[in-house]
């Protein structure tokens, strides 16, 4: 994760230079902003990689000399049978329909969206799922 870190951190310098001279070139705002937003994320994301990175074993991304096949192996745990997402699907559209047809909509899509969102966070805290 170390390169993968640094490149997102040379990419946000590089975005940083770029909405600067695009800012004083074009005095336009919209593009100016969206820019610099892109380097708020950019920044982001480089430091969760460069943090992380010093708390993980190195990979097989930061050997040189490795293999594909060093890399196997279980990548993590995904719930194979989760609703929640769908449940937030549904209400993320349903609020930004509300920004498009009016904001009455999200008077509907919160409940659903906070639904979603509990049941997701506490989907093993439950059932027979449940640590005793």
Partial sequence: MKIQ?????WL???????????????????GTTALFLAFGLC?????????TARRVDAGAQDNEDAEVSDDAG???????????????????ALAFMGVVFGWWLLYFSMPVILVGLFGW?????????RTQ
Avoid: C, D, T
């Fill in 121 to 129: 966070v506490f989907e093993y805290y439950r059932g027979e799922n």
């Fill in 74 to 92: 279980e990548l993590g745990f995904f719930s194979p049978h989760s609703w929640q997402p769908l449940s937030l699907a549904v209400g993320g």
């Fill in 43 to 51: 920044i982001m994301v480089g430091y969760y990689l460069a943090f």
């Fill in 12 to 30: 946000s310098v590089f975005v940083l230079a770029m909405a600067i001279v695009y800012g004083v070139w074009s005095k336009e705002p919209a």
């Fill in 5 to 9: 870190g640094k490149m997102f951190i």
